[in-house]
């Protein structure tokens, strides 16, 4: 039986919430306070891209937010053509706006549903995914997502994900959203920790950080590392 997600957030109902709130998500701190080692899994992401692809000319920023990670990434490789993409208009503006002034290459937004983008095929070096997955559905959501991915970048072109994930065996999965609840109520007390998994709960469907890299390999990826895990986050990517 396939899953129920007719109580979860639509896709309006997630651009309306980022739309509101640009400002905070421009910066790393208070934009991801609640993801766990938020810039320390952007550091290497971007260091793994580059040392894959230090050449790279075309990046692709998925859910790009207000732009934090092609920053990063342009410290690391200056001058990159820039692919924003993002469901927020406002918060794709205040992207191009930073992007811009930090790169003399073409900065170019989207603004739609990452499963309903028509990408060029072998065309990206780099494919930068962060804390946008996890919005993704059913199967078929993710290995489409995947798939784009792969077609969409060149040959020894990279895609990197830090995001939100589950755990595949529920008595470990029990554990680690005990402990990611206690992380929640040390920064803002317990109401903290249920306004976040009420959020959680109904804008968000993780998979398992197997799942994902079997994924990645199902779809064509020949190499797959996981750079960081911790609790209920992780840091891990793919080479074409």
Request: glycine letters at 6%; hydrophobic letters at 40%.
């Given at each position: ?38 810039p320390l ?105 995947f798939k ?14 830090s995001d ?77």
């Amino acid at each position: 039986m396939k899953p129920d997600y007719s109580k979860k957030a639509t896709v309006a109902d997630i651009r309306n919430r980022f739309d509101n709130d640009v400002e905070r998500f421009s910066n790393l701190e208070t934009g991801q306070q609640s993801t766990l080692d938020a810039p320390l899994t952007l550091e290497r992401c971007t260091e793994a891209a580059l040392k894959c692809n230090p050449e790279a000319k075309n990046l692709l920023d998925i859910g790009c937010g207000a732009g934090n990670y092609t920053l990063k990434m342009l410290e690391k490789i200056p001058q990159l053509n820039c692919t924003l993409v993002d469901l927020s208009l406002p918060m794709l503006e205040k992207a191009k706006e930073r992007v811009s002034a930090s790169t003399s290459g073409i900065v170019e937004i989207i603004q739609q549903d990452m499963r309903e983008l028509n990408l060029p095929d072998h065309h990206f070096d780099i494919i930068l995914a962060a804390a946008t997955l996890h919005h993704l559905r059913d199967d078929d959501d993710w290995e489409l997502v995947f798939k784009k991915f792969y077609k969409a970048l060149k040959p020894g072109g990279s895609v990197w994900v830090s995001d939100l994930i589950t755990h595949d065996y529920e008595p470990i999965n029990a554990i680690i959203q005990e402990q990611y609840g206690k992380y929640l109520e040390g920064l803002g007390g317990q109401e903290y920790r249920q306004k976040v998994f009420d959020y959680v709960a109904y804008e968000d469907t993780p998979r398992s950080l197997n799942f994902q890299i079997d994924l990645l390999k199902k779809v064509g990826f020949h190499f797959t590392e996981v750079l960081h895990k911790h609790a209920c986050f992780a840091a891990f990517g793919a080479v074409k």
